[in-house]
């Protein structure tokens, strides 16, 4: 739905160049909600604004829907965006305008008449929950509101793409997760494309099917959301995944942790598994098998895209040949890394 094909942005300040894209190439596929995430100034919120020619791609092209918008006539291209809805981390709503009158912008810029704006901003209204805010002021609202007037406005010309740039970086933990349910919603109900970039893994944990990460204005990793938390490859992508799954530091066993092997030291391993109930009974066939024991540092059961996901740290206990055997059974049936030992 949107391609991306050797994208370049070089900007110039103060006689300096800084490629904030180099060379991005990227697939969105329809109806996929797609993650971009990366440290501050890694080049997202170019990238995303690229897609809509916010900002004009050096090089490379931009394919919506098939169409290379870096090639559009400017009337051509404001067609284009009518396709391309977006929203940001501050709402950008105009103060002076009710809710109403927020969501109603854009048609009234196209030139729709007063019946053709009610019958398309009413039932946006009441899919975003914003119902009985109609007459309100944008001062009036909580941040999610605005957040919801504003995904409300960017809905209102039946785009077929979303665009959200740290569209819930602003807002607590309670309201992000109902932004994200709606965004989720409106993927599935309207069909539409949805492009997020986000700091934060949360985000992708809990709504993308698929995330690339950025680095220094290139893609460094990308996948399925799911395989990405099973086996990322970059050590950046280990970084999320674990600010994701809240991994804490293994304090218990500290003083005694080294992450090489010695004489006699126990493995510690992560083990990644998707799906509820399945490593409890494989741990205890393994023990049983191998005449090892597992000793559990820390478990914990995570929601990714609606589907539930184990993360685990265990030291295995035993004789060494006893180790490997358990750690080769183990290793066809989970993903697993040996992170250290313990002496
Ligand atoms: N208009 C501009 N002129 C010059 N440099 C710019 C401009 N916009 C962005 N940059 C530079 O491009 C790089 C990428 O910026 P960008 O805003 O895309 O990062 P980001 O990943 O969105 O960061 P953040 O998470 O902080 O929003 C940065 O080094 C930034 O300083
Ligand atoms: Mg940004």
Do not use: W
């Not at 169409?67 to 284009?80: N, V, Y």
């Amino acid at each position: 739905m949107i391609e991306l094909k050797q994208l370049t942005k070089v900007f110039t300040a103060g006689g300096a160049d800084v490629k904030a894209i180099d060379d991005v190439s990227l697939s969105v596929p329809e109806g996929s909600i797609y993650g971009v995430i990366g440290s501050s100034g890694a080049g997202k919120s170019t990238l995303i604004r690229c897609v809509n020619l916010l900002e004009k791609p050096t090089f490379g092209q931009v394919l919506v829907d098939g169409q290379d918008i870096t090639r559009l006539s400017d009337k051509a291209l404001r067609q284009a965006r009518h396709n391309i809805g977006m929203i940001f981390q501050h709402f950008n709503l105009l103060s002076s305008r009710t809710v109403y009158d927020n969501v109603a912008l854009p048609l009234e810029l196209a030139g729709a008449s007063k019946q053709e704006i009610a019958d398309a901003v009413l039932p946006l209204l009441e899919l975003t929950g914003l119902g009985d805010k109609r007459e309100s002021y944008p001062s009036q609202l909580s941040g999610g509101q605005k957040q919801r007037v504003a995904i409300a406005r960017a809905l209102a010309s039946k785009p077929r793409v979303l665009l959200c740039d740290e569209a819930t970086s602003a807002l607590d933990p309670q309201t992000t997760r109902s932004i994200l349910a709606l965004l989720k919603d409106i993927n599935k109900q309207l069909k539409i494309t949805i492009l997020i970039i986000t700091h934060e893994m949360d985000v992708v944990k809990t709504i993308c099917d698929r995330v690339a990460i950025m680095s220094y204005g290139k893609i460094i990793e990308e996948n399925e959301v799911e395989q990405f938390f099973l086996s990322p490859k970059t050590e950046l992508a280990r970084e999320f995944v674990r600010s994701a799954i809240h991994e804490k530091p293994i304090t218990d066993i500290e003083s005694r942790f080294s992450p090489e092997p010695s004489e006699g030291a126990r493995p510690v391993v992560r083990i990644t598994f998707v799906g509820k109930g399945i490593v409890q009974p494989l741990i205890t066939k393994v023990a049983r098998q191998f005449n090892t024991d597992f000793n559990i540092l820390q478990a914990d059961i995570e929601t990714v895209n609606e589907k539930a996901m184990g993360f685990m740290m265990v030291e295995i206990v035993g004789e060494p040949e006893q180790i490997e055997q358990s750690l080769a059974f183990l290793k066809e049936r989970v993903q697993l890394e040996v992170i250290g030992y313990v002496g």
